[in-house]
């Protein structure tokens, strides 16, 4: 069992700054690409931010610039920086992680239970 569990969502005015954190628990063996995604009303849930154990990072063109993904392997962690937020930005943002656990020889993705970023003035 693998259970990725997200916080630092909220309400934030245009241009601030908030910081989602995602950890991952379980019967882990291994993490490879870790992310973020985003999922509005009506709408299919869509790539924010990868990266990969080796730090390598994909960002969506709206972000660039604006969001930085990292991640601890170690701690299984991973954690997107998010400034200069635009109302756009409003939605629901899910951890993703491709995980390799105990019990199987395959990565298969798991999701966090997701958290709320609004951006409004």
């Known amino acids: 069992q693998v259970q990725l569990v997200e916080s630092g969502g909220g309400l934030v005015h245009p241009g601030g700054s908030l910081r989602l954190s995602c950890a991952a628990s379980?019967?882990?063996?291994?993490?490879?690409?870790m992310g973020w995604y985003h999922q509005a009303p009506g709408k299919q849930r869509e790539l924010v931010a990868t990266i990969t154990r080796a730090g390598s990072r994909t960002y969506a063109d709206s972000v660039k610039g604006r969001f930085t993904i990292s991640r601890d392997n170690d701690k299984n962690t991973v954690v997107l920086q998010m400034n200069s937020l635009k109302p756009e930005d409003t939605s629901v943002y899910y951890c993703?992680?491709?995980?390799?656990?105990?019990?199987?020889?395959?990565?298969?993705?798991?999701w966090g239970q997701g958290t709320q970023v609004t951006v409004s003035s």
């Open positions: 993703n992680a491709q995980v390799r656990a105990y019990y199987t020889s395959t990565y298969e993705p798991y």
């Open positions: 379980g019967s882990i063996s291994r993490i490879n690409t």
